[in-house]
């Protein structure tokens, strides 16, 4: 077996807004086809495509009315069928996206509930008597108000964690889970590689319904959601492990568990369970050596306890932009430059989020644009997240860009001309042109350890390969060695604080030299002029708060 995921690079593709290949402004399955030479070049594993199933579209495509067909707007089932062909014949892995705490409101399970309190499908669902003249519950919704919603006709609620148009399955329910199971081989007859499972740790809630204690102000991970991460959930995954297994090819889980205890996450991971789980922590940490080395150690120790892998995310379509979170602008750049190479340095799996490898910024969009519900059930307040879901430019020519010959769902800012993929392929000073050298040249197998480094510095090797990066340290002479790749293109014989480089120890001891020490033993590849890709895109008004995060529960 060569579990292929341990030191897999996988692509997310958020499908509304990677390529549109019928004019209509909104990405879909034959556009993703289309661009398949491009991922093949780019050098990652394999994609995962967020939902593209049937849905009224009220949280995207995380509502889902129908989880065996595809939206007529992202196409047919035969295009997906294609597009599992074509990725396979790249030598891409594809795995699909499940949503299976909530169906939509119009899924015919719910239709069928709310039409006839007594029909059975209304065991499906949390449907409860209120309590005081108010919810069952003091919950709430991770987008904003109460969790419950009263169903008119009877009175009573119901369970939505996110919004009301996305209820909540009662997974106590052993119909959901043999329709579920039904739904996996669905995908996994049609040739997938495996599933994201959206919201993996929150299925099953706590039969009481007791209270949750919400911190204040409310933190990013679901640690102090108490009647979630439920026990059940273990024998949920491993019966779904023992399904999957059963097909060749070696399918794959990966586990939406948004928790920052990785003893915790740890769980989801043993050797019958989910292959992976995504680490959110180094997503949700700032530019700071010291947290940044803690969260890799935490995290390796925890999943090393139970032999599953360590996953590395610092983008998705629910958080900010990265070189945004990092500052914007040049600084913000040179960060997430370095932390290119930190991320494909690290022992695991990576994940890269459509238009990261571009070096896309936050787009602040007008208020009368905005789409996420989270703006809406939150006046306001909460921006959402589609600034980090803007269509990607993959040519010159606004406003299309390439993504599409029509109207983009969302625009695509005019500064993006400088930062599509043809003005930056070939150009060695692009973010582009790193990811694809990083994707190239990463370590994989190669065992991890830390090397010592000045405070303020990380420096690991990876077998043969040393990775450096000054996160906030003043500038650092280079360690002797090889340079393989640096994030900064100009960069010399010193490490300033926001740069990162990768060399080849080979087989030396490789240590760090004084500031007065010996001069340095490389010159950098390029001389060109750094030209930083993010820095011209417009900054985005920055709003009293921009939330690091939407992602909710
Ligand atoms: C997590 C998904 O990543 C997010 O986009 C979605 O809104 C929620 N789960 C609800 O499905």
Known sequence: MSEWWRSAVLYQIYVRSFADSDGDGVGDLRGIRSRLPYLRELGVDGIWLTPFYPSPGADHGYDVSDYVDVHPQFGTLADFDALVAGAHELGLRLIVDIVPNHT??????????IADPAHADRARYFFRPGRDGGPPNGWTSAFGGPAWTRDERTGDYYLHFFAPEQPDLDWHQQSVRREFEDVLRFWLDRGVDGFRIDVAHALFKAQDLREMHEPVPRTWDGD??????????????????????????????????VLRNQETIARYVRPDELQLAFNFALLHETWDATAIRETIDATRTALGAVGAPSTWVFENHDV????????????????????????????GTAFVYEGQELGLEEVDLPDELRQDPIFFRTKGERPGRDGCRVPIPWENEPPGFGFTTGTPWLPIPEEWATVTVVAQAGDPASMLELYRAGLALRPREEPFAWRESPPGTLAFTRGGLLCVVNVDAAAIPLPAGELLLASDPDLRDILPRDTAVWLTTKGERCEHRSESGRSATWRPASTRPATSPSSAVRRPRRRSALPLSDSGI
């Open 104 to 113: 939509s409101n119009e899924h015919r399970w719910f239709r069928n509930a």
């Open 224 to 257: 102090w959601l108490t009647a979630l991460d439920q026990p059940e959930l273990h024998d949920l995954y491993r019966g779904w492990r023992q399904l999957a297994d059963t097909y060749p090819g070696e399918r794959m889980f990966v586990g939406e568990i």
């Open 320 to 347: 900010t932009r990265l070189p945004t979170r990092y500052g914007g602008g040049a600084q913000g750049a040179r960060r997430a430059r370095a932390a290119a190479l930190l991320l494909l340095a690290l022992p």
